[in-house]
């Protein structure tokens, strides 16, 4: 089977056509981000914000069209709404977005930040250098951790390329919109949640370019209806690219906590993330230590498979708090996968206690950056 062209799904798109400007969506400029890798195909249809929620048969019939042809696997469509401004800046059908992160964030001030997120009153950011480090398990029990303190929680999964809340929070199915505007977040022990994953199947690899990407993710924020939450708990995706990068400097994070493990080379990587953040003037909250030390579930023994301490010392070294480590025990990885988080499935265990723990920690310094007023905007510092 041969592999299907960018040309075979433009052709394919001009059969699809915009019901109130009367020419098909490629002739209108309306197609964006066009990416095809493998039989697998992604772009965005780009629309007035106003027209927006009576457009999905539109995004429908786009990706009816290209399903069709040979060689098509899968395929994702995403509405995109920009102004005029924005629009004129973003990238043609089959271009190679040539901007960097590093200018998506000037002439952005507080107040255009905060209006993403209404009703939030502070937005942590979850992140690590490197994957494999059990970022999106520490995330999720650090969200339910708060809410058993009695906050009001929600969990944003801007991890697109490889989601994981879903299955981790326990939730199934697609959100709701009331008013065909705004989504409503999945709600599970307490947590509102939005993630790619309620919106495309598990199995559908993510293939968007950057700008797609930031779209997506501040569509999940302003789109949704997240209503009064004391903190928003953002699982990053992992790295330092240019979707990390921009996301500190489009949301008005109030501080990020870096989650490493103990050994050398995810140090490494931790550094190079907690160093991201203060480039965008993002407070780092502190260093947590996941797999800190192995627990043998059958005799109780202890080894430091990974070594140990090395995010203590890290952390004082980068002179910022050292949260807290939290070991590596089969009872923490079966209840995440099974979507039963021990913080809420084994209350009671010392787990459960090492991540309410760290909660109080975080939540202290989300109080004292909030008494103390809220980030006002990125600063870029360039070297």
């Given at each position: 089977?041969s592999?299907v062209?960018?040309?075979?799904?433009?052709?394919?798109?001009?059969?699809?056509?915009?019901?109130?400007?009367?020419?098909?969506?490629?002739?209108l400029?309306?197609?964006?981000?066009?990416?095809?890798?493998?039989?697998?195909?992604?772009?965005s249809?780009?629309?007035?914000?106003?027209?927006?929620?009576?457009?999905?048969?539109?995004?429908?019939?786009?990706?009816?069209?290209?399903?069709?042809?040979?060689?098509?696997?899968?395929?994702?469509?995403?509405?995109?709404?920009?102004?005029?401004?924005?629009?004129?800046?973003?990238?043609?059908?089959?271009?190679?977005?040539?901007?960097?992160?590093?200018g998506?964030?000037?002439?952005?001030?507080?107040?255009?930040?905060?209006?993403?997120?209404?009703?939030?009153?502070s937005?942590?950011?979850?992140?690590?250098?490197?994957?494999?480090?059990?970022?999106?398990?520490?995330?999720?029990?650090?969200?339910?951790?708060?809410?058993?303190s009695?906050?009001?929680?929600?969990m944003?999964?801007?991890?697109?390329?490889?989601?994981?809340?879903?299955?981790?929070?326990?939730?199934?199915g697609?959100?709701?919109?009331?008013?065909?505007?705004?989504?409503?977040?999945?709600?599970?022990?307490?947590?509102?949640?939005?993630?790619?994953?309620f919106?495309?199947?598990?199995?559908?690899?993510?293939?968007?370019?950057?700008?797609?990407?930031?779209?997506?993710?501040?569509?999940?924020?302003?789109?949704?209806?997240?209503?009064?939450?004391?903190?928003?708990?953002?699982?990053?995706?992992?790295?330092?690219?240019?979707?990390?990068?921009?996301?500190?400097?489009?949301?008005?994070?109030?501080?990020?906590?870096?989650?490493?493990?103990?050994?050398?080379?995810?140090?490494?990587d931790?550094?190079?993330?907690?160093?991201?953040?203060?480039?965008?003037?993002?407070?780092?909250?502190?260093?947590?230590?996941?797999?800190?030390?192995?627990?043998?579930?059958?005799?109780?023994?202890?080894?430091?498979?990974?070594?140990?301490?090395?995010?203590?010392?890290?952390?004082?070294?980068?002179?910022?708090?050292?949260?807290?480590?939290?070991?590596?025990?089969?009872?923490?990885r079966?209840?995440?996968?099974?979507?039963?988080?021990?913080?809420?499935?084994?209350?009671?265990?010392?787990?459960?206690?090492?991540?309410?723990?760290?909660?109080?920690?975080?939540w202290?310094?989300?109080?004292?950056r909030?008494?103390?007023?809220?980030?006002?905007?990125?600063?870029?510092?360039?070297?």
């Amino acid at each position: 089977m041969s592999e299907v062209s960018q040309a075979q799904i433009l052709d394919a798109l001009r059969g699809v056509k915009d019901p109130e400007r009367g020419s098909d969506i490629v002739a209108l400029d309306m197609v964006r981000g066009l990416v095809v890798k493998d039989g697998h195909v992604g772009f965005s249809i780009e629309v007035d914000p106003k027209r927006g929620p009576k457009l999905e048969p539109l995004r429908k019939a786009a990706e009816k069209a290209v399903e069709s042809l040979s060689g098509v696997l899968s395929v994702t469509a995403v509405l995109t709404a920009h102004s005029a401004a924005a629009a004129s800046r973003a990238p043609a059908a089959g271009t190679q977005a040539r901007g960097h992160a590093h200018g998506h964030g000037h002439g952005h001030g507080a107040a255009e930040q905060k209006a993403l997120v209404p009703g939030v009153r502070s937005i942590v950011a979850v992140a690590s250098g490197k994957g494999g480090v059990g970022k999106s398990t520490t995330a999720v029990n650090l969200a339910l951790a708060l809410a058993a303190s009695g906050k009001r929680v929600g969990m944003l999964d801007a991890d697109i390329y490889g989601p994981s809340q879903p299955r981790m929070m326990g939730i199934a199915g697609r959100p709701t919109s009331h008013d065909g505007k705004t989504l409503q977040p999945m709600t599970n022990y307490g947590v509102a949640c939005m993630s790619m994953g309620f919106l495309v199947a598990e199995d559908t690899p993510m293939i968007w370019r950057g700008p797609m990407v930031m779209s997506a993710l501040e569509q999940m924020l302003r789109d949704v209806a997240w209503g009064e939450l004391d903190t928003l708990i953002v699982d990053m995706p992992p790295g330092t690219g240019d979707a990390q990068l921009t996301m500190s400097q489009r949301v008005p994070l109030t501080g990020a906590v870096i989650v490493s493990t103990p050994q050398d080379i995810a140090l490494l990587d931790a550094r190079k993330g907690l160093n991201m953040f203060r480039k965008v003037d993002v407070p780092v909250f502190g260093i947590i230590e996941n797999m800190s030390y192995f627990l043998c579930p059958h005799c109780g023994g202890r080894s430091d498979i990974f070594s140990h301490g090395g995010a203590r010392r890290e952390a004082e070294k980068l002179g910022v708090d050292f949260l807290g480590e939290v070991p590596l025990h089969i009872d923490i990885r079966e209840t995440s996968d099974g979507g039963r988080p021990i913080v809420v499935s084994r209350p009671d265990s010392e787990f459960a206690k090492i991540y309410r723990s760290i909660a109080d920690k975080v939540w202290a310094k989300i109080e004292a950056r909030i008494a103390g007023g809220q980030r006002q905007g990125p600063r870029i510092v360039m070297q």
